[in-house]
Structure formats: C-alpha cells, structure tokens
C-alpha cells in the first residue's frame, strides 16, 4: 500500500469535473524542492487551508529508505461555482499492506492526507480529509492517466485545468515489490 498504494496512486486518482469555466493556471508553487510534508519512514498530516482542496501531488521514491516515498501537495482554492465549504470530515483509514480503492463520500473533494508508515510491511495507511461545498459538484469522474508506470517511478501529478478535482484514489500492493 507504501509505495505501490502510493505509487499507484496518482494512477488511480479520481478526478471530478466542477460546474462553469475552462481557465487554464499553471504549474503549482510547492515551495521550494527540499519541502517536502514528510520525512522517509514518518508519519504526517497535511491539511489545505480552509476553503481550498488539493490540486498538486508530487512524491518521490526511496529504496533504501525503507521502499518510502517523500510527499509534497499544493492547494488551490475551489471554484465560486461550488459555494463554501458546509462541512469536512477524514474518511475511514486505509490500511497498510492492502490494496484500496476511495472516493471522498457525500460528493467531497480531497482538501488533506493523514499518512503513518509501518516497517512491518514496509508501507503506509492513509486517510482522506475531504470537504463538502454548499453547491453539488455535477461531475463525472475517471481515473487519470497520469501515473508512474512503475511503482518506484517518481511522480508530479496536477489539475492543470479550473474546476478539476481529486475525489479519492486507489492503490495496488505486493509483498514482493513492498
């Protein structure tokens, strides 16, 4: 779930399509490179401001540091179309060692993560912080394409579009591969 979950992860993150506007940003401001939301083998907690949801995901991969991968996330405010923020809540935990797929329930939008490693399995847990807006998100969702192609592959997954959302993910495991 560590590194394959996470790897898998962008893979398998599911997008949702918000309501009005096709505006293009460009590539998110992570801070600089040595930021990292986590050190190798760490637990963390990662949480948007208020208002915002995640846009950005970056990670990158380490063997000999336990087959961990290093996390970075950016934040972007959600669309006016959306309304505000009625409640947030942390999904059920994902265990590690498994493979999991989630989607944030009541129509949510991933605004956080909550990981802790476990050396036993070489892998993580994770949980979603995932907000609800004022306004139903009509969406239709797919998973991304854009994934490492191997689990150990780094990875810079964006929204590049206005009104794209992650609403959850999925993973693999392998003991083999851990």
Known sequence: ???????????????????????YYGPYNYGDNDEW??????????QCPHGQVIVAVR???SKKEGSDRLWNYACMPAS???GEPTECWWEEINRAGTEWYQ????????AGFQ????????????QFYCCRYSRRCPYSCWLTTEYPGHYGEDMDMMM??????????????SAVDR
């Open 115 to 126: 990981s802790q490693y476990f050396p036993s399995v070489l892998d993580r847990e994770w």
């Open 59 to 61: 990670s990158v991969f």
């Open 103 to 110: 989607t944030c329930s009541n129509n949510g939008l991933v």
């Open 80 to 82: 006016q179309s959306l």
């Open 37 to 46: 939301v986590n050190v190798y083998r760490q637990g963390f907690n990662f």
């Open 1 to 23: 779930m560590d590194l394959i979950l996470l790897c898998v992860f962008l893979p398998l993150v599911t997008v949702a399509w918000g309501q009005y506007g096709d505006y």
């Open 160 to 173: 590049y579009t206005y009104d794209y959302y992650i609403r959850g993910a999925t993973t693999t495991f």
